[in-house]
């Protein structure tokens, strides 16, 4: 019984562990010559203004926690892309009609699809005009959430995608 809770527990934080990120960059990099940034200049990043605001709001706050400067003659430019799609319900109710051999069954989705927000994070190098390090993040977005909670999605969703930047060099 005591093993059941433990796998129970574990299944519950791994369901809540919030964005998925993977992570890219060119290994040549040095990434300690980079202490000051901006955005794009033709920022496009899909989501709506507002949204881009919460997301512009939240990404300065993170690379400023990190140690970088904001400027208008920066070391590197960040972008974003954005992609929004659904995936089925992943709450349903089995339904099964048979004994026996002859059996069948399936399942009946309950509640609405689940809405995601896939965001692309680029640096690019000003001088060189090259990326050299990227992030994507995935993960479940509740579309009638406040102003506040969207706030709060961008806020971890940042973080979470800068988590591991600079990247530590493995020898």
Known sequence: MKQFLYVCLVLLLV????PRVIYDYD?????????????????????????????????DKALEAKGFSKTDSPQFYVNFK?????????????????????????TIPVGRPDQHLQLTV???????DELFWQAEADDTQNS????????????????????????????
């Open 15 to 18: 369901a809540c562990a919030g």
């Open 82 to 106: 954005s992609q929004k799609y659904q995936t089925p319900s992943r709450t349903g109710v089995g339904v099964g009609v048979g004994n026996g051999p002859i059996s069948i069954g399936g």
């Open 144 to 171: 009638e959430q406040t102003p506040e909670n969207r706030m709060s999605f961008f806020t971890v969703m940042i973080q979470k995608a800068l988590s591991k930047y600079p990247p530590v060099k493995k020898n």
């Open 122 to 128: 680029d640096f690019v190098d000003v001088q060189k």
């Open 27 to 59: 290994i040549k990099t040095d990434f300690s010559k980079y202490k000051t940034y901006n955005y794009y200049p033709d920022l496009k990043t899909g989501l709506s203004d507002l949204d881009t605001k919460r997301l512009l709001d939240a990404t």
